[in-house]
């Protein structure tokens, strides 16, 4: 066994090894010990994350991941300035300078090794959150759970679920998530119920007597037979059926939407209006408005949420002791980032909105002072609530 794996069943890193820099690319360190040998390790720097481009064309993203970025930097000599968490923002402003993300200032050799985990803390985390909003924003009232944690590592499975919850999806489907964020943990039934129970009206029998009455009883309907068959196979067998799923794999779905419909006419043709339609398997933005139309009251989606683009962020440097300074291809000098209240619109160093006229207002908030907290970090529930209100008034774009 390799020397870096003994002592460790699952390849994770601890809290404690990324706090000491054992998870940042090796040239920080490097570079940490030619700038304090050189004495230079001390130079006060304004660093600004920003992104030159948003995935597959989005108009905007959830910036998520800021509380753990906030804790990552406690204790060190560095003031953090951020957009709240769950705040949509655009790549550039309209005159086509990047927007701050966050903006870190303080002597470089106090946070120069936490590059790398500052980086992977917000761009999975953004891309996950952006994806859950988008879904959210096509899916309109309708209930939408996150199945998309079995596609990923299971170390990651909170940061997953916080994402998608940020995003504004209704549940998740671990207790560890539920634990964490006082989420609710969701979930239908597998098809190995089904199986081993020998086949759908012996499992669907089995959930109306055994499982737990406060749980919502929805019934996967396409383990053996026809989905029709087996929905009215599930109303008769549990007659507190909440909803059935319509989990149908690629190779038998044809026209998918038109199985809702079947599905949907059976039921209520047989007085059972009142029982929901869940569409799951390889659902996604594409697929989600004429499964809508369709007659569908909810979805599972999930390789698409925790596989979601990841959100390409960079960190650079823009400021040295007081004087701008940036690479090629960068805007130097910190900027003084505003936003309108009214559309949203965002701008570099003005007072009225470009847009509509409106009073800007700092877009930032700081978040820590020299590593000590500057405001008391949102909750969750506050996160969220900033998403919809984001969602109501956002476009989706292409």
Not at 182 to 207: D, K, Q, S, W, Y
Not at 282 to 311: K, M, R
Not at 320 to 333: D, I, L, Q, S
Request: glycine share 10%.
């Amino acid at each position: 066994m390799p020397k870096a794996a003994r002592g460790r069943d699952f390849h994770v890193a601890t809290e404690d090894e990324i706090r000491a820099g054992r998870t940042s690319d090796v040239y920080f360190l490097r570079t940490l010990d030619v700038l304090k040998k050189a004495g230079r390790d001390r130079v006060r720097v304004v660093a600004e994350v920003t992104t030159g481009s948003l995935p597959i064309g989005w108009p905007w993203a959830v910036l998520c991941g800021v509380e753990e970025v906030v804790h990552l930097l406690e204790g060190k000599s560095v003031s953090l300035w951020a957009l709240p968490e769950g705040s949509f923002f655009p790549s550039r402003t309209p005159r086509g300078i990047p927007v701050p993300a966050m903006v870190l200032d303080g002597p470089y050799g106090e946070w120069a090794l936490y590059e790398t985990p500052v980086l992977g803390m917000i761009c999975q985390a953004t891309g996950i959150a952006t994806k859950a909003a988008r879904i959210r924003k096509l899916a309109g009232g309708k209930r939408v759970l996150s199945f998309g944690v079995r596609r990923m590592h299971p170390a990651i499975a909170p940061l997953i679920e916080r994402s998608v919850y940020v995003g504004g999806l209704d549940a998740i489907t671990t207790p560890l998530g539920a634990e964490l964020f006082g989420a609710p943990a969701m979930g239908t039934m597998p098809h190995a119920l089904v199986i081993v129970m020998g086949g759908p009206r012996e499992a669907f029998a089995a959930v109306h007597k055994y499982l737990e009455a406060k749980i919502p009883r929805i019934a996967l309907v396409d383990t053996y037979y026809d989905e029709k068959t087996e929905a009215l196979l599930a109303v008769e067998a549990i007659p507190d059926l909440t909803g059935v799923r319509l989990d149908t794999p690629a190779s038998r779905r044809g026209n998918f939407p038109a199985i809702v419909r079947e599905v949907r006419w059976e039921l209520d043709l047989r007085g059972h209006k009142d029982v929901q339609i869940y569409v799951s398997g390889s659902v996604d933005e594409g697929s989600i408005p004429a499964l809508l139309e369709a007659g569908a009251d909810g979805f599972g989606v999930g390789t698409s949420l925790s596989n979601a683009p990841t959100v390409d962020f960079a960190m650079d440097i823009v400021e040295v002791e007081g004087k701008p300074a940036a690479k090629r291809g960068k805007f130097g000098g910190r900027k003084d980032l505003q936003r309108c209240p009214k559309d949203g619109t965002y701008e570099i160093g003005v007072r009225a909105c470009p847009s509509c006229g409106a009073k800007m207002q700092p877009a930032h908030r700081q978040y820590l002072d020299l590593g000590r907290a500057a405001e008391p970090l949102p909750s969750l529930d506050e996160i969220r609530r900033r998403t919809a209100d984001e969602v109501q008034r956002a476009t989706l774009g292409p």
